[in-house]
């Protein structure tokens, strides 16, 4: 199987390729500078595997939630190198490719996203016995404070929330923190790594079915709001 996996999501642009057994990737944090990045990335893996695009089985993308133009400008990739290559697509929530950031043991994850405008995309996880994701609640955008959590005696926490949210995020959880990292991003090789599960199992899309996933529908402040108007 040869599949490149796209995430912009976040600050950090990556792209990564499994080729066979073998996942390479590249990741850089860059705002702003997505759409420079991740096609020559792309290229760069494909030419260190020594493949052509027309190699490729199949897209992947991870589908948000996060930024506005970073989620769109993602599925907007994927979309287009799947239409010219004839090739399936497979979304994958970036809120799971930043819970594999999370150490692998039995603990719960808590996966969160600033979302700006004082709210946060947050959802929780636990790994399963074969290294995947079992999902404990549904994705969300709220408020810090009003993030419900299910219950779990112990929490790592992954992503950008935690450095922005940390006090308020450690009175929501229900059971020992084990761990935070707050300079964590959702990343195209954890894209792949889900990604793949769902190829395996024939779980893809067309191209045109690859939808993104913003979870508000308010995505930018207004001029108002940034206290330009």
């Not at 808590?110 to 946060?120: Q, S």
């Not at 059971?175 to 954890?190: D, F, I, K, V």
Request: aromatic share 4%; with cysteine; glycine share 10%.
């Amino acid at each position: 199987m040869n599949l490149l996996a796209i995430e912009t999501a976040t600050e950090a642009c990556s792209v990564a390729l499994v080729h066979g057994d073998e996942v390479i990737a590249r990741s850089e944090v860059a705002p702003r500078r997505h759409a420079e990045l991740v096609l020559p990335m792309a290229d760069a893996l494909l030419a260190e595997a020594g493949l052509g695009r027309h190699a490729l089985d199949a897209i992947a993308v991870g589908r948000g939630p996060g930024a506005f133009t970073g989620v769109r400008l993602g599925i907007s990739l994927a979309q287009g190198m799947a239409l010219a290559l004839d090739l399936p697509v497979i979304t994958v929530s970036s809120l799971a490719a930043l819970a594999l950031e999370a150490p692998e043991d039995e603990a719960a994850i808590l996966a969160v996203i600033d979302a700006r405008m004082g709210e946060i995309y947050a959802a929780s996880y636990r790994r399963d016995d074969n290294g995947g994701l079992v999902a404990l609640d549904e994705e969300r955008v709220c408020t810090p404070g009003a993030l419900p959590l299910p219950s779990a005696a112990a929490w790592h926490v992954v992503g950008t929330g935690w450095t922005t949210y940390a006090d308020v995020l450690r009175g929501r959880l229900t059971g020992e923190l084990l761990g935070a990292e707050g300079e964590r991003y959702p990343q195209a090789r954890h894209v792949a790594e889900l990604a793949a599960r769902e190829f395996r199992a024939g779980r893809v899309l067309a191209p045109e079915q690859a939808l993104p996933v913003y979870l508000r529908d308010k995505v930018a402040l207004t001029l108002a709001e940034q206290g330009k108007a």
